[in-house]
Every structure is written in C-alpha cells, then in structure tokens.
C-alpha cells in the first residue's frame, strides 16, 4: 500500500503564493496529481502529471496559475499555487494511480494524502 503525506497548507492572503508538497512511499504509481475539495462540494480535479512528467492536465479554473512538478528521485510531487483566489480555498488532497493516464474523475486514483488546508483571505 503506497502512503502520501501531504504538506505545505496554510493561510495566506488573496494574490499570494503557496507550494505544496506529496511525498509518496515508494514510486511504482505511474501518474500523480491533486485534488481539492471546498466545503460542501465535490472533490474537483486540480493537476495531474505522469512520472515521466510528459503529459500534464490541469484544472479549468487554475490553468495559467498553478504548477504541477515532480521530482522522481524523492518520489515526491509538488503543486506551485500563485495568484491565489479566495475560490480556492479548500482541502487539498494529492493522489496517485497505477495507471499512466486514469483521468480527472477520483475514481482513477488508487491511493490518497490525507489532505492539507489551504485558506485563502481577503
């Protein structure tokens, strides 16, 4: 069973930046992404990157503000948020799959963080 820890949440105000970090247990996944998931809502894609960091997706609403990275040798995987909005204040959970290309939906993901609070103020 492969664990994640995720770290790197926190406050911080509207405009500003926070880098999350996921460190796996080992490497065997073959795609590794995050998820977030606000008050009352669906648990929503956010980013996805293979291991080979060829193909990466983002989410809708964070495309040209977030980065998704990966470094293969700490089987770790990072998401870089700038220009952060109150909207995406939310838990952020980051995930990995068995599969090279799983899709966006939860469902693709074998194994899952425990989640880490991002709160965004005004």
């Known amino acids: 069973q492969v664990q994640l820890v995720e770290s790197g949440g926190g406050l911080v105000q509207a405009g500003g930046s926070l880098r999350l970090s996921c460190a796996a247990s080992?490497?065997?996944?073959?795609?590794m992404a995050w998820f977030r998931q606000g008050p009352g809502k669906e648990r929503e894609f956010v980013a996805s990157?293979?291991?080979?960091?060829?193909?990466?997706y983002y989410g809708d609403s964070v495309k040209g503000r977030f980065t998704i990275s990966i470094d293969t040798a700490k089987n770790s995987w990072y998401l870089q948020m700038n220009s952060l909005k109150i909207e995406d204040a939310a838990v952020y959970y980051c995930?990995?799959?068995?599969?090279?290309?799983?899709?966006?939906?939860?469902?693709?993901?074998?194994?899952w963080g425990q989640g880490t609070q991002v709160t965004v103020s005004s």
């Open positions: 080992e490497g065997t996944s073959r795609n």
């Open positions: 990157i293979t291991r080979s960091g060829n193909t990466i």
């Open positions: 995930a990995a799959s068995r599969d090279v290309l799983p899709g966006i939906g939860p469902g693709g993901y074998d194994y």
